[in-house]
Every structure is written in structure tokens, then in C-alpha cells.
């Protein structure tokens, strides 16, 4: 056996059987939904119990937010184009490489890598709403839920597709040995 097989028996490439697929499918999607634009939502909700736009918590909450759209349509002004160009790409590989040439590893990158830039490009949206509206107190907390229940509701769908996929290339796999 040569070092190509031993390496490829050890991570064995059939994704959705791998249990560390599954593992990185939910860690993506918690950790997703936690970070709202890349603000914990811990922080969301400790600045919207102190009720007080004024306070220490409110701050930091406007701060944070401030800092982030900054970073995130900075990234977007600067590199936008090439880094969508290279993100369609390479789903597009992936799609192609997984659906039409039955690779099951590029099936698992694609349904990984096209909901999460869907995520991106909303990210990207609510940071120029922040932008242009720049809420502060009950608005602010608002458009952050409203960022986080559509990543939560992406990150469903997306984790119900997956798994359909997933057990129908299982069973597939199963019937052919």
C-alpha cells in the first residue's frame, strides 16, 4: 500500500459518513449564529437588558458593531470583486466536481461553502444598513435579531438538505456494497 492510500483510509473521503463532517456542519452553524456580524450575541443581549443606551454594555454593543461593519465593508470595497469572483469560482468547481461528476467530497465542501456565502453576502448588506441608518438602542438590537433569526433560518434549511443528501448517498453507498 502506498502513502496515497494510508493517508486517504485514514481521513476516509466519503464526507457523509464521516462523523467529523457532521461535527464540522454544527460547530459552522453555532458558531455562525453566535457571532452577528461578528459581535458575540452574548454581548447583543447583556447591552439590551441594561436598557440604558448610555451604558458600559451599550457602548461596547455600538462599539463593537462600529468596528465591524467598518472591517466588513472595508474587506468589500477593497477586494469585493475578487474575493466574489474567486467564491463563485470555486463553488462552482465544487458543484460540478460533487453533482455532475459524483464526487461526494466536493458534494460536502459545496453544501458547506454556498449557504455560508449566502450568510456572507447578507453580512454584507446588513453592515451597509448599519451604515447608512447607524441605529443605536432598541433599532439596533432589532436589526441585529433580524441579521441573526435569517442566519438561523439559512443555517436550518441548510442543515435539513445536508442531512437528506447525506443519508440518501449513505443508503446509496450501501446498496452498491
Same mark, same amino acid.
Given at each position: 500500500?502506498?502513502?496515497?492510500?494510508?493517508? +486517504?483510509?485514514?481521513?476516509?473521503?466519503?464526507?457523509?459518513?464521516?462523523?467529523?463532517?457532521?461535527?464540522?456542519?454544527?460547530?459552522?452553524?453555532?458558531?455562525?449564529?453566535?457571532?452577528?456580524?461578528?459581535?458575540?450575541?452574548?454581548?447583543?443581549?447583556? %447591552?439590551?437588558?441594561?436598557?440604558?443606551?448610555?451604558?458600559? %454594555?451599550?457602548?461596547?454593543?455600538?462599539?463593537?458593531?462600529?468596528?465591524?461593519?467598518?472591517?466588513?465593508?472595508?474587506?468589500?470595497?477593497?477586494?469585493?470583486?475578487?474575493?466574489?469572483?474567486?467564491?463563485?469560482?470555486?463553488?462552482?468547481?465544487?458543484?460540478?466536481?460533487?453533482?455532475?461528476?459524483?464526487?461526494?467530497?466536493?458534494?460536502?465542501? +459545496?453544501?458547506?461553502? +454556498?449557504?455560508?456565502?449566502?450568510?456572507?453576502?447578507?453580512?454584507?448588506?446588513?453592515?451597509?444598513?448599519?451604515? %447608512?441608518?447607524?441605529?443605536?438602542?432598541?433599532?439596533?438590537?432589532?436589526?441585529?435579531?433580524?441579521?441573526?433569526?435569517?442566519?438561523?433560518?439559512?443555517?436550518?434549511?441548510?442543515? +435539513?438538505?445536508?442531512?437528506?443528501?447525506?443519508?440518501?448517498?449513505?443508503?446509496?453507498?450501501?446498496?452498491?456494497?
Amino acid at each position: 500500500m502506498n502513502w496515497y492510500e494510508s493517508v +486517504f483510509e485514514l481521513i476516509d473521503m466519503r464526507s457523509f459518513s464521516n462523523l467529523w463532517f457532521w461535527i464540522a456542519l454544527a460547530v459552522m452553524w453555532s458558531s455562525t449564529s453566535h457571532w452577528v456580524l461578528g459581535v458575540p450575541w452574548d454581548t447583543v443581549m447583556r %447591552a439590551r437588558k441594561e436598557r440604558d443606551e448610555d451604558g458600559e %454594555a451599550a457602548r461596547d454593543l455600538m462599539d463593537l458593531v462600529r468596528i465591524n461593519v467598518n472591517r466588513v465593508l472595508h474587506i468589500t470595497n477593497q477586494s469585493g470583486l475578487l474575493i466574489t469572483g474567486f467564491v463563485c469560482f470555486a463553488l462552482t468547481v465544487m458543484f460540478l466536481t460533487g453533482f455532475i461528476f459524483g464526487k461526494e467530497f466536493a458534494q460536502a465542501l +459545496f453544501l458547506l461553502g +454556498f449557504p455560508i456565502s449566502l450568510v456572507a453576502i447578507l453580512s454584507v448588506r446588513t453592515a451597509r444598513r448599519l451604515r %447608512a441608518e447607524q441605529p443605536t438602542g432598541e433599532a439596533l438590537f432589532k436589526r441585529l435579531h433580524t441579521h441573526r433569526v435569517i442566519t438561523q433560518v439559512i443555517g436550518m434549511i441548510s442543515i +435539513f438538505i445536508t442531512a437528506i443528501w447525506g443519508m440518501l448517498q449513505n443508503m446509496n453507498a450501501s446498496v452498491l456494497f
